[in-house]
């Protein structure tokens, strides 16, 4: 079992400052480049997807409803979204 201390949060643990994009983007780079699953893996988190952990999320169905789990798409430029997704569409019109 870890303690908050283990952690690094908690009362006796100071906040780190913010990032500089350089500071960030070296962490990010550095994460990026160890993936644990070896280099060549394409599956990422899906290999936490085993047969026991598929049997133990099948054994919690209870309705057989389907849930959607799809965030909607926001269009609107808002304060947390400065580029809003775009929305595009192709008409395809054939005379008869």
Do not use: C
């Amino acid at each position: 079992m870890t303690s908050s201390r283990d952690k690094g949060t908690g009362p006796g643990h100071a906040l780190p400052g913010r990032m500089s994009k350089a500071e960030f983007q070296e962490l990010y780079d550095r994460l990026r480049a160890q993936p644990p699953w070896g280099p060549a893996d394409r599956r990422g988190a899906l290999n936490y997807l085993t047969p026991a952990t598929m049997l133990a999320a099948a054994r919690e169905v209870k309705l057989g409803r389907s849930v959607s789990l799809g965030d909607p798409i926001e269009y609107r430029v808002t304060a947390d979204n400065p580029e809003p997704g775009v929305r595009e569409a192709l008409v395809v019109y054939r005379q008869p």
